[in-house]
């Protein structure tokens, strides 16, 4: 989900296409199904989120018109944390699913994963002041962008899903 190309740390994006394991996607899924929302630990990590359109454009920008051998870091000033983030989808499936609310009630705490990072921080300032790159979409219009994006193509993550053989499960934690 992240890139890095341009900085160590990159944002998180709010991604259409993202395969559905990742938190957005699962959260919708999820919620769309009436399953538990799995919520990491205290769901306080947390990311600077940046909608993909406009990473590809900070991205396309740097290639373009910034220095050769100079790094950008890219950030979306959209800091919030996983908690906050499956509440505002929720918010946003409330509204467009009202059969389903409160979508909220779904969510379930679950075991943190190993390692997982608390914070993830990003100082897009060089790239702001040297290309003169911001976002043109917040946190809200992006998320929103998003969940709308995998409403309308439920088919296409069943299809994804039913390809990798995935069916909802956590990826990447160790059987013991």
């Known amino acids: 989900m992240a890139c890095r190309w341009c900085s160590p740390i990159a944002p998180t994006t709010t991604t259409p296409w993202q395969f559905p394991e990742k938190l957005i996607p699962v959260v919708i899924l999820k919620a769309v199904a009436g399953e538990p929302i799995p919520l990491y630990g205290d769901g ?5 989120w940046l909608f993909v359109e406009d990473h590809v454009e900070a991205l396309l920008l740097a290639a373009t018109r910034g220095t050769v051998g100079e790094s950008y870091c890219v950030g979306g000033h959209g800091e919030r944390s996983n908690k906050q983030v499956v509440e505002a989808i929720c918010a946003l499936l409330d509204q467009r699913l009202p059969a389903g609310a409160p979508h909220a009630r779904l969510i379930t705490p679950v075991a943190d994963r190993p390692g997982h990072d608390r ?45 990798a053989g995935y069916q909802g499960e956590r990826i990447g934690v160790a059987a013991i």
């Open 44 to 48: 306080a990590n947390v990311r600077d």
């Open 119 to 163: 914070r993830y921080a990003i100082d897009p300032t060089k790239i702001s002041t040297e290309l003169g790159w911001q976002p043109r979409h917040n946190f809200e219009q992006g998320l929103a962008a998003t969940v709308d994006w995998y409403l309308d193509h439920l088919p296409w993550c069943q299809t994804v899903c039913a390809r």
